[in-house]
């Protein structure tokens, strides 16, 4: 079947603009990542959807960030006012609900953010 | 708080020449592991997990990783490389307390270079 996918793969914004990342998990995953993979951090989590229930922002680094997830599938990753150092490749996963933490997330290709 | 350290950041390895990656954990409770790989401008794909049991886990591509508790670590390794292997490689840790909720924390990652 068909992986996550995001889009767009590419964006290029200039400083100050809002930009929206879109992610579309795998069909009938319930539980929604992002992360943030930059050269000097490495790879970060962001925000975790799971079902019905309130998502987990502990990773968002500003207020600039948020998420939402319409209808338990698609969610999109908005960034107000971008910086520079927001520059980097955001990647979403998905994967089925599980609360012991035994769940194999499986990631898309990532959109690529640059900010000029 | 949970960590995980690939101590190696570059390694270069002959085509055919066997190859180990090193992974060490900090972790409070029984971890759940996992090796994914991201070729360039790809998105991570998972080579192996583990969550319990037999602490030698095969994977695809022909990688295996073995657990050992008390080293705490999930050394990756394949007999034989092949060019294609040439990628970068990260472990990650999940758990009901790894993280929040369920989110992996990754190593920087391991990039793999194969001389012909």
């Known amino acids: 079947g068909a992986g996550v996918s995001q889009s767009p793969s590419n964006k290029v914004t200039e400083k100050g603009k809002d930009v929206e990342l879109r992610c579309d998990p795998i069909?009938?995953?319930?539980?929604l990542y992002w992360y943030r993979q930059s050269l000097g951090q490495g790879l970060e989590f962001l925000i975790y959807?799971?079902?019905?229930?309130?998502?987990?922002k502990s990773g968002l680094p500003s207020d600039r960030f948020s998420a939402e997830r319409t209808g338990g599938s698609v969610s999109t990753l908005t960034i107000q006012r971008t910086q520079q150092e927001d520059s980097a490749v955001y990647l979403c996963?998905?994967?089925?609900?599980?609360?012991?933490?035994?769940?194999?997330?499986?990631f898309g290709p990532g959109t690529r953010l640059t900010v000029t | 708080a949970q960590s995980v350290t690939q101590p190696d950041i570059h390694i270069t390895v002959s085509e055919g020449a066997s190859l180990e990656l090193r992974c060490n954990y900090s972790?409070?409770?029984?971890?759940?592991l996992f090796w994914y790989v991201q070729s360039p401008g790809q998105g991570l794909q998972l080579l192996l997990k583990?969550?319990?049991?037999?602490?030698l886990v095969q994977g695809i591509k022909g990688f295996e990783a073995e657990f050992k508790r008390s080293q705490s670590s999930f050394n990756l390794r394949k007999p034989s490389v092949h060019w294609s292997d040439a990628a970068e490689y990260f472990c990650?840790?999940?758990?009901?307390?790894?993280?929040?909720?369920?989110?992996?924390?990754f190593g920087k990652g391991t990039k793999l270079s194969v001389k012909p």
């Open positions: 990650a840790v999940g758990g009901r307390y790894g993280g929040s909720q369920g989110n992996l924390i």
């Open positions: 069909s009938g995953h319930t539980a």
């Open positions: 972790y409070g409770a029984t971890p759940y």
């Open positions: 996963a998905s994967s089925f609900s599980t609360t012991s933490g035994r769940n194999e997330q499986y």
């Open positions: 583990y969550f319990s049991g037999d602490t």
């Open positions: 959807f799971q079902g019905n229930s309130a998502p987990d």
